[in-house]
């Protein structure tokens, strides 16, 4: 895990990557974000409402991607060490496309729309038997429509791993 902070806490950081997604992301910046304001805190019980199960408890803390306008996701499949059955993303600035590949089938995938605002929910098959990426700028047709890429953020809620022991379970993140 690489990591380097600037700005604290607030800071968006690293031209490196977490851990479960080692070298699937292009032209990005991230942090892992444990304390938010109290509106941003709003938002993030109403994604974990709306995407967790009450018995499910979250990795804390989030994981906040910044992608440049170049910058891609490969696909990948989030490890099962270091994620649980559930991951949401909140989708910020830049539209996007998500696609959706089967990792046994290559030839059964979909793809999502992802507008600034959304939130997409990977569990179940999903989250194990397909993989996930974001598409870079050239490739980034949802159907016929172009979708042209800028700066996207996106903020990333997972359930812990299977086994691993809760660290405040069922809480929120703290407010700042
Ligand atoms: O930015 C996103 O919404 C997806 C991030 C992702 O694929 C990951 O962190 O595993």
């Known amino acids: 895990m690489l990591r380097a902070s600037a700005g604290g806490d607030e800071g968006l950081v690293i031209a490196g990557s977490l851990t479960w997604n080692s070298g699937a992301i292009h032209g990005f910046r ?3 974000k444990s304390r938010w304001s109290e509106a941003s805190r709003a938002i993030l019980q109403r994604v974990q409402a709306a995407a967790f199960s009450p018995g499910q408890t979250l990795l804390s803390p989030v994981h906040v991607l910044d992608l440049e306008p170049r910058g891609y996701i490969k696909p990948h499949v989030d490890s099962i060490k270091f994620c649980g059955a559930t991951i949401a ?6 539209p996007s496309v998500m696609r959706l590949v089967h990792t046994q089938e290559p030839g059964e995938w979909l793809e999502l729309l992802l507008e600034p605002g959304s939130l997409y929910v ?55």
């Open 89 to 94: 993303g909140l989708s910020l600035l830049s």
């Open 30 to 32: 991230e942090t892992e």
């Open 122 to 176: 990977l569990r179940g098959s999903a989250r194990y038997d397909f993989s996930h990426e974001i598409l870079r700028d050239e490739e980034s047709f949802f159907g016929a429509r172009r979708v042209p890429r800028g700066r996207r953020i996106s903020v990333i809620c997972r359930s812990l791993p299977e086994g691993m022991g809760p660290e405040e379970p069922g809480q929120p993140p703290p407010a700042c």
